[in-house]
């Protein structure tokens, strides 16, 4: 079929119409005058061939073919999810056939032209400083041009050198799927350790029936289930904004005192977050209270909101570089166990409307 007869003045408007195009930006990537396009877009125009061809590869490029009955948008798509150990990064791109010079570009950094426009790209992959330069180049390539390549780049500069990692079709689409896979990252990454699969699904496998597991990074602000305020409902009880509850305090998923200062929650209303606050979480943090003297947890308010808890005979705290253990009496046994006696714990002083409800 002539490009005259596949082309009409319409079918062209529909073209921009679909990629929001105007005249002009139509002409800038046909590489035309502005006015060969009017005449382009002109029933009974004396149209020239020459130009209508670059203006078919102009949509091409753009993901845009023609068939009778209109533009068809037309891309392709590569979903990736790189893995290590400790972290993963999704990527998802959605690409014009214009664009696809550039996508094979970034994949070659990973794998092996077959010279049939593929590239061979195996699953286990190893940071090496020869990859982090090909990334860097890839990344300084084409970053303007496809931006979510930039998390590529963050992500293999987190990892250390020689640390393996996998290149996988998409991310896991279960848990258990997340646990194979880390249990292979771990076997490439230590290949002298034992391989306890086997005992993880001995362990997991009948709540992983019933369960899913989600878990979120505590290292950097994430809002769990961050809507519009007038959409919000709490997840505990239920309580919408049209029906009264208030989303205006930050919520904690994990309180503050046990380390957290990012992971927060969106959908748990002011009354419950109030309550929580009053009657669930210092029993919580009570329990915890060694382990986060020992660890050195930080909180908020004196000493990096680390506890210093008191005993009979001691006491217990954490400076912010070491442990510090005050005791009356401190032995060592024969096995070179110590052994440390702190006395009764000392109980904190409570305010005088909290002292009642802990009196039996």
Request: hydrophobic share 40%; glycine share 8%.
């Amino acid at each position: 079929m002539s490009v005259l007869n596949l082309l009409s003045p319409a079918l062209i408007q529909a073209g921009r119409n679909m990629l929001g195009w105007t005249q002009s930006n139509l002409a800038s990537a046909a590489d035309l005058p502005s006015e060969e396009i009017a005449i382009l877009e002109t029933p009974d125009a004396g149209r020239s061939e020459a130009a209508l061809g670059a203006v078919l590869m102009a949509f091409f490029n753009a993901g845009v073919q023609f068939a009778e009955d209109g533009p068809i948008k037309v891309m392709g798509q590569v979903d990736l999810y790189l893995m290590s150990e400790v972290a993963g990064a999704g990527l998802r791109f959605d690409y014009s056939p214009g664009a696809a010079v550039a996508i094979h570009h970034f994949l070659s950094a990973f794998g092996t032209p077959d010279g049939d426009g593929n590239v061979l790209i195996v699953e286990e992959q190893v940071a090496t400083p020869e990859l982090k330069a090909r990334i860097d180049q890839v990344v300084g390539d084409l970053a303007n041009r496809v931006p979510p390549i930039r998390r590529v780049k963050k992500f293999i500069d987190g990892l250390a050198d020689g640390e393996h990692f996998l290149l996988l079709e998409g991310a896991p689409v279960s848990t258990v799927e997340q646990l194979v896979q880390q249990q292979r990252l771990h076997r490439l990454n230590y290949p002298d350790a034992p391989d306890t699969l086997a005992e993880t699904e001995a362990v997991f496998a009948p709540l992983l029936e019933n369960y899913e597991m989600t878990w979120w990074r505590t290292d950097r602000p994430t809002t769990i289930a961050d809507k519009p305020r007038a959409q919000r409902r709490c997840r505990f009880c239920d309580q919408t904004a049209n029906e009264g509850a208030s989303f205006k305090s930050v919520a904690h998923a994990i309180p503050t005192a046990l380390g957290n200062d990012h992971l927060k929650l969106a959908d748990e209303c002011d009354e419950c977050n109030n309550y929580f606050g009053r009657e669930t979480e210092p029993s919580l943090i009570a329990l915890f209270d060694v382990f986060r003297a020992v660890l050195g947890t930080q909180g908020r308010g004196k000493n990096g909101g680390r506890p210093e808890l008191r005993y009979a005979d001691g006491k217990l705290f954490h400076d912010g570089q070491k442990l510090n253990i005050q005791a009356r009496e401190i032995n060592t046994d024969a096995n070179g166990v110590m052994m440390i006696d702190l006395g009764v714990k000392r109980r904190a002083k409570l305010p005088p409307d909290r002292r009642a409800k802990l009196t039996p």
